[in-house]
């Protein structure tokens, strides 16, 4: 180790003496580290999993351990679970492995919303018509929406009414008469080489009214799909392409009939393309019967001082005052899933609002982006508040002198009454973000070095100008610039392996110091230190699996040691 040092200490002297220090030559990195993510303190077999990894990094030359453990939840955590904490880091410890916390995950957020699930983004409905029959408001069509043919009975030249199929569909997407939910027919796909997941196999126009949620349900069944695609058996698009949802319901590659549902909000759009869409597999069949879409009430409604209700009297005007006009609404179910009735809005004795009046009610709401995405809030003030209890805790167990921030993947920002009241752009807001996690760590640590997922900070990666049509998943805007409104202090844990020397170029342009993230194999491992080794500032390289596979981490130890 000590030669190592020396070398690199060399390195450095003649690369400030040429004027750069990306002179290209290998360099020995003082981070060296192996990635674990979601694992629960309470599983003691993640225990036994984290002390096997640990041993193979250690004889590999490897000298961190970055565990994802849920940290944002810590202080719910039962005592015992901090024992098992106590056990890992000792596990770190006996292996010579610096243990990094994984703190504040922003962008997928389920430890954070363990909290409390009104934290999540929100997204508006506005002025839903609500109409009071005795005690209780319930939502009314406004207007009626359907899907013509929705059943798939009527065919036209052979192909089913009402739907427009893909081009490529040829004999592959038909109505079938032999296999129905209900009625005497369904849409039969057969799964093809020449699809590409995600596209639009039949597809129908419906009008909608702007800013609404709607439930979108079909029943399907499959024969040997390779499992549930992304997309699913259902599409929602607005008229420009734009996806406005991303939930992948749960159906099996084989099954009898289930029930797909998704919700959605129709944004600012007036009419919506919904699909019959491809699942990632390319083989197999599937059926889909009883397509339907209905407006959806105040399922998940979001209750927080950011996210206002807001119900009035549509010929009165009258702002009607929660506690006094009607009973404070909130959804106790509240699974971000549309898998559960819409609460009412219930009257109170001694209301202003009549017996048979049509209210319009106007709230936030959300739903996961794939399975699992809920992101927080980032102007709310309490998701600051928790942070900083977590951190505390953190800080006094493990006292890390490094931490590893998990903002990555954000699809959802900037669009609830917090949000729009400050009068950033979304940039602006995330970078804030990160400015208090680093300070709220600074607090606790002045010294720790602090590390965090690159994507959302780089243009060549989730914060390009010109992603898409300048929106980003569910965001409004892109992150462009968001790299301009953090802390220089940072490093970026970049993981673009598609345009690593891009990426790494963009962080070394703009002041930053980086460190490498991939998925292991020697071929890769290499390409990442030969692009580290070009840029001023580089760590390290970190082994990072999301599939629990380590078969390869002894491999990138001997690599990024230069012993293989
Ligand atoms: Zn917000």
């Known amino acids: 180790m000590a030669k190592g040092r020396f070398r690199a200490l060399l390195i450095f002297v003649l690369g400030a003496l040429l004027g750069t220090t990306g002179c290209g030559q290998a360099k020995d990195y003082p981070n060296r580290w192996v990635y674990m993510h979601g694992k629960p303190l309470e599983n003691m077999d993640q225990v036994a999993l984290i002390r096997k990894v640990a041993k193979t990094a250690a004889e590999h030359g490897l000298n961190g351990l970055v565990l994802d453990a849920f940290f944002d939840r810590i202080d719910m955590e039962p005592p015992y679970n901090y024992k098992n904490l106590q056990v890992i880091m000792q596990i770190c410890k006996d292996n010579n492995l610096e243990f990094i916390p994984a703190v504040f995950g922003m962008g997928y957020n389920a430890p954070l919303l363990a909290h409390d699930k009104n934290l999540i983004e929100g997204l508006p409905v506005k002025d839903a018509l609500y109409v009071v029959s005795g005690k209780e408001a319930r939502l009314a069509d406004d207007p009626p929406v359907e899907i013509a043919n929705g059943g798939f009975e009527m065919a036209e030249a052979g192909a089913p009414a009402n739907f427009t199929l893909n081009d490529n569909s040829g004999e592959t997407v038909a109505l079938d008469k032999t296999v129905a939910k209900a009625g005497s027919a369904s849409l039969a796909v057969a799964m093809s080489k020449e699809y590409e997941e995600g596209e639009k196999l039949a597809t129908q126009e419906v009008a909608v009214h702007p800013y609404r949620c709607y439930l979108l349900s079909c029943w399907v069944k499959t024969e040997g799909l390779e499992g549930s695609g992304d997309v699913f058996p259902m599409l929602v698009q607005a008229p420009d392409g734009r996806r406005l949802q991303y939930y992948i319901p749960p159906v099996p590659g084989t099954s009898d009939w289930v029930r797909a549902v998704i919700g959605f909000n129709s944004r600012g759009n007036d009419k919506v393309l919904v699909s019959v869409g491809t699942p990632a597999g390319k083989s197999g069949k599937f059926w889909v019967d009883e397509l339907k879409i209905e407006e959806e009430g105040l399922v998940n409604v979001l209750r927080r001082e950011g996210t206002p209700l807001v119900v009035r009297g549509e010929q009165s005007g009258i702002a009607y005052e929660e506690g006094r006009d009607f009973a404070p609404v909130s959804d106790p179910v509240m699974t971000l899933l549309f898998d559960h009735p819409d609460p ?221």
């Open 344 to 564: 009412p809005v219930t009257i109170l004795p001694g209301s202003r609002i009549k017996d048979g009046e049509r209210l319009r009610v106007s709230f936030y709401h959300n739903y996961p982006i794939y399975n699992g995405q809920t992101p927080a809030c980032m102007s709310e003030p309490k998701l600051y508040e928790i942070w900083r209890k977590t951190a505390r805790m953190v800080h006094e167990y493990v006292k890390p002198n490094k931490y590893f921030l998990g903002t990555d993947e954000l699809r959802e920002a900037g669009s609830c009454e917090a949000c729009g009241k400050r009068g950033l752009n979304v940039a602006q807001i995330l970078g804030d973000c990160v400015t208090k996690q680093e300070q709220i760590i600074r607090e606790l640590n002045p010294k720790a070095e602090l590390f965090i997922w690159s994507d959302m900070f780089d243009p060549t990666h989730n914060a390009p100008g010109d992603y898409h049509k300048g929106y980003f998943y569910h965001v409004d805007e892109t992150f462009e610039n968001s790299w301009n409104y953090i802390p220089k202090d940072l490093i970026m844990v970049c993981w673009n392996s598609g345009k690593r020397d891009k990426s790494l170029e963009h962080f070394q342009k703009n002041g930053f110091r980086t460190f490498g993230s991939c998925s292991g194999g020697p071929e890769g491992t290499r390409a990442w230190l030969e692009a580290l080794d070009k840029t001023k500032g580089s760590t390290g390289l970190m082994y990072t699996t999301w599939s629990e596979n380590f078969e390869t981490l002894a491999e990138f130890g001997d690599i990024v040691n230069r012993k293989k």
